[in-house]
């Protein structure tokens, strides 16, 4: 399962050692959306998350594995030895655009990664919905990322926030926006995260971006693409793999 580790890999994987992600908000390494979320490394040196669909799915942002770096998808085994795992595939949406937030244009920032070995059975596919989002609801959002802004070395551990879903430019039919207190949210590294709904809970989204708050790279507005709208397009690719999301 393991492969090879490129030099920004194991760079990264050094940093990624007893750390915090989101920030503004809690760790939880044993929360359901951890059991079904990893890591998704770039040789050039990008930190993303990932959603489990199935055992060799996971779903993230695509600009989190666009361009011509090798991506990895990395976790920790049961004794904190890091595992990176190849990918056998790799599709991005047709509808995805880098250009799109310095042009003011749509994008449809996902992508589906196909890993070449089964993830560990203690992975859980998350469940996808296509439930709606009403501004006012509270939403939670999840990641790997960084928990102080700029340090990189605060990357690694799972945490969530809590936050309420909010309508900057109206009701959206391909993102959501969160927004709660000052300087909690999503930063770098929780791209390709879940943004989920209930208890149990189902993603309804994936973290694509975050503006700053008081100055700072982070801690504004988080954003997601809805899943929901892909629907077809997920089930498509990864039906292709021989694989099943599964929706409720």
């Not at 998704?40 to 666009?66: F, K, N, P, Q, Y």
């Not at 991005?92 to 799109?100: L, M, Q, S």
């Amino acid at each position: 399962m393991t492969r090879p580790t490129l030099p920004l890999l194991a760079a990264l994987i050094l940093l990624a050692g007893p750390a915090r992600a989101v920030v503004g908000g809690s760790e939880a390494p044993d929360a359901a959306l951890a059991r079904s979320s990893v890591m998704v490394l770039s040789s050039r040196g990008g930190v993303c998350t990932g959603i489990v669909l199935a055992r060799d799915v996971v779903l993230t942002a695509a600009h989190c594995a666009a361009g011509g770096a090798e991506h990895r998808v990395h976790f920790r085994d049961g004794s904190g030895a890091p595992v990176l795992v190849g990918l056998a595939a790799r599709v991005v949406h047709p509808g995805y655009d880098a250009g799109a937030i310095a042009g003011r244009r749509r994008s449809i920032d996902l992508a589906l990664l196909r890993t070449e070995a089964p993830l560990p059975d203690r992975f859980v596919p998350a469940a996808l919905t296509e439930a709606p989002a009403a501004a006012g609801t509270p939403l939670t959002l999840g990641g790997y990322g960084v928990a102080r802004p700029g340090d990189h070395r605060s990357t690694g551990t799972f945490r969530t926030v809590t936050l309420p879903v909010v309508e900057p430019y109206g009701p959206s039919r391909i993102l959501v926006w969160l927004k709660g207190p000052a300087a909690s949210g999503a930063c770098e590294g929780d791209s390709g995260g879940p943004i989920a709904a209930g208890d149990r809970p189902n993603v309804l989204a994936v973290a694509t971006w975050a503006s700053g708050a008081g100055g700072g790279a982070c801690g504004g507005f988080s954003q997601g693409v809805l899943v929901g709208p892909q629907r077809a397009w997920i089930t498509r690719v990864t039906a292709g793999w021989g694989a099943e999301a599964r929706w409720e």
